[in-house]
């Protein structure tokens, strides 16, 4: 799992968030799945890029997760940065052996709708580009809803983070 706070379970006990919930589920399987969260808070999609080949050769995982973007997005980088470090990710999980997933965010409003349509293209093109698996959107369900939402409106609480395995699980299990 290679993502920001949204992974790294910002603000709640690690045990709480979606990443901690979902390996639960996986260790139950047979053969059972190991997890590594390699998620931390503020991660941009080229600090992300730039730790995976480590990572790869470390864990040589058979499925990477991929939820990067949302600083980028947050921070008004340019969109075609984010693509191509999506893309030089994606290439290299796959290169490694690996399949993988690619979890999409949304941005607030106010960040207009040519950009957060751009957005939503680049996570779409990236995924189309290299027939990976796309959740379009990871906080779906769970950003709109104020009581699942931390105060800063960005991260979920840990009453929302279920929701957000749940989300994640349907795109998730046909890969492992």
């Known amino acids: 799992m290679l993502g920001d706070s949204l992974s790294a379970a910002h603000n709640i006990p690690v045990e709480a968030g979606w990443v901690h919930l979902l390996e639960a589920r996986t260790s139950d399987?047979?053969?059972?799945?190991?997890?590594?969260n390699a998620s931390i808070s503020g991660e941009t999609s080229l600090s992300g890029r730039n730790r995976?080949?480590?990572?790869?050769?470390k864990y040589k995982p058979g499925v990477v997760v991929i939820e990067l973007g949302?600083?980028?997005g947050l921070r008004g980088l340019p969109l075609a940065k984010l693509g191509e470090n999506l893309d030089a990710m994606i290439a290299a999980s796959v290169k490694a052996g690996s399949k993988v997933l690619l979890l999409g965010i949304e941005l607030p409003i106010n960040y207009g709708p040519q950009y957060r349509d751009g957005l939503r293209a680049v996570y779409r093109d990236a995924a189309a580009k290299h027939r990976v698996a796309l959740l379009p959107f990871l906080l779906d369900g769970v950003a709109t809803d104020p009581s699942l939402m931390q105060d800063d409106g960005l991260h979920p609480?840990?009453?929302g983070e279920p929701r957000v395995a749940e989300n994640v699980w349907p795109a998730l299990k046909p890969l492992l």
Do not use: F, I, R, S
């Not at 399987?29 to 590594?36: G, K, N, S």
């Open 157 to 159: 609480t840990a009453k």
């Open 70 to 72: 949302a600083n980028d």
């Open 29 to 36: 399987m047979e053969p059972a799945w190991a997890v590594v």
């Open 52 to 57: 995976l080949p480590a990572l790869l050769e």
